[in-house]
């Protein structure tokens, strides 16, 4: 099946609305484009998992504050049209902002969705001050636009991933969330589209991000559980040029914080490398 790439939502709905006569099954992975290996094994398990897959390209603009970098993110439609078909996609929806946004002139135009306070008031929510709003309300729409019966997001974005999950059982959306597995580079360095954004000396102190990771998963390993510890020990390997904006360690059935690691639970950081901010996180106390 050749990929086909859509800008209007119209038009993806009448394709949508044909394949669903047709009995398919819809699997949905939602991006925002610049699209990379971690990308690719969404795509690919959506394809295994589900009839058709859509891949939605989409740099959105809600989930941006004032001074981020909605508009030099990295758009690369052509690389990622290729991408999404070498990995078994059937379709790219890639609308405009206007297309998702018609009439939008400023924030307050919009209805949102808000996700549940105590998922968004830790983490990345305390300095990314309406992002999950965004991200929800744009999630929200291309679950009402492609209704698919699944959806394929990574675990880098945890944070996200947990608010996600939580918001499609509390609206009663009908999509089954499919969680996978956050994919690395070679050396170690989480996946990321801003990863363009570092030169070579930047990546080499950005390792120091994995590298504290998997510092604090070999300390509960030999028996280190208090997170005071674990906090510590993970800064004492952090490249003097990596700035932390948090490490933080939640459980990982209900992504409360915690104090010791005395059941399965997250390590998440998220730092700045020249400017950059990264995020990351590995899974503990199994």
Same mark, same amino acid.
């Given at each position: 099946?050749?990929?086909?790439?859509?800008?209007?939502?119209?038009?993806?709905?009448?394709?949508?609305?044909?394949?669903?006569?047709?009995?398919?099954?819809?699997?949905?992975?939602?991006?925002?484009?610049?699209?990379?290996?971690?990308?690719?094994?969404?795509?690919?398990?959506?394809?295994?998992?589900?009839?058709? &897959? !859509? *891949?939605?390209?989409?740099? #959105?603009? %809600? /989930?941006?504050?004032?001074?981020?970098?909605?508009? =030099?993110?990295?758009?690369?439609?052509?690389?990622?049209?290729?991408?999404?078909?070498?990995?078994?996609?059937?379709?790219?929806?890639?609308?405009?902002?206007?297309?998702?946004?018609?009439?939008?002139?400023?924030?307050?135009?919009?209805?949102?969705?808000?996700?549940?306070?105590?998922?968004?008031?830790?983490?990345?929510?305390?300095?990314?001050?309406?992002?999950?709003?965004?991200?929800? &309300? !744009? *999630?929200?729409?291309?679950? #009402?636009? %492609? /209704?698919?019966?699944?959806?394929?997001?990574?675990? =880098?974005?945890?944070?996200?991933?947990?608010?996600?999950?939580?918001?499609?059982?509390?609206?009663?959306?009908?999509?089954?969330?499919?969680?996978?597995?956050?994919?690395?580079?070679?050396?170690?360095?989480?996946?990321?589209?801003?990863?363009?954004?570092?030169?070579?000396?930047?990546?080499?102190?950005?390792?120091?991000i994995s590298q504290s990771l998997f510092t604090i998963?070999?300390?509960?390993?030999?028996?280190?559980?208090?997170?005071?510890?674990?906090?510590?020990?993970?800064?004492?390997?952090?490249?003097?040029?990596?700035?932390?904006?948090?490490?933080?360690?939640?459980?990982?059935?209900?992504?409360?914080?915690?104090?010791?690691?005395?059941?399965?639970?997250?390590?998440?950081?998220?730092?700045?490398?020249?400017?950059?901010?990264?995020?990351?996180?590995?899974?503990?106390?199994?």
């Amino acid at each position: 099946m050749n990929l086909v790439v859509v800008n209007k939502i119209t038009e993806l709905r009448e394709i949508i609305k044909q394949y669903k006569k047709e009995g398919k099954t819809i699997g949905l992975v939602p991006t925002m484009g610049c699209l990379h290996k971690g990308h690719a094994s969404l795509i690919k398990k959506s394809s295994q998992t589900c009839d058709i &897959t !859509v *891949v939605s390209v989409f740099v #959105n603009p %809600v /989930q941006f504050g004032p001074n981020e970098d909605y508009d =030099k993110y990295p758009r690369t439609l052509e690389s990622d049209r290729q991408l999404a078909a070498e990995n078994g996609a059937c379709l790219i929806f890639a609308p405009s902002a206007a297309q998702m946004y018609p009439g939008m002139l400023k924030f307050s135009d919009i209805t949102m969705v808000a996700p549940p306070f105590k998922l968004v008031d830790m983490m990345c929510g305390k300095s990314r001050t309406g992002h999950f709003d965004g991200v929800c &309300t !744009v *999630v929200t729409k291309l679950f #009402n636009i %492609v /209704q698919p019966d699944y959806a394929f997001f990574g675990m =880098k974005d945890i944070q996200q991933l947990y608010i996600i999950k939580k918001m499609t059982a509390d609206l009663n959306i009908p999509v089954e969330i499919v969680p996978c597995p956050l994919v690395r580079e070679e050396s170690g360095l989480a996946l990321s589209s801003r990863n363009t954004y570092l030169s070579d000396a930047d990546k080499k102190s950005a390792l120091s991000i994995s590298q504290s990771l998997f510092t604090i998963q070999n300390a509960v390993k030999n028996g280190i559980i208090d997170t005071k510890k674990l906090f510590d020990t993970a800064m004492a390997v952090m490249d003097r040029n990596v700035e932390p904006e948090y490490i933080e360690f939640v459980d990982r059935e209900t992504f409360e914080p915690v104090e010791q690691i005395d059941r399965p639970s997250i390590a998440a950081i998220a730092a700045r490398v020249n400017s950059v901010r990264l995020i990351d996180n590995i899974l503990i106390g199994d």
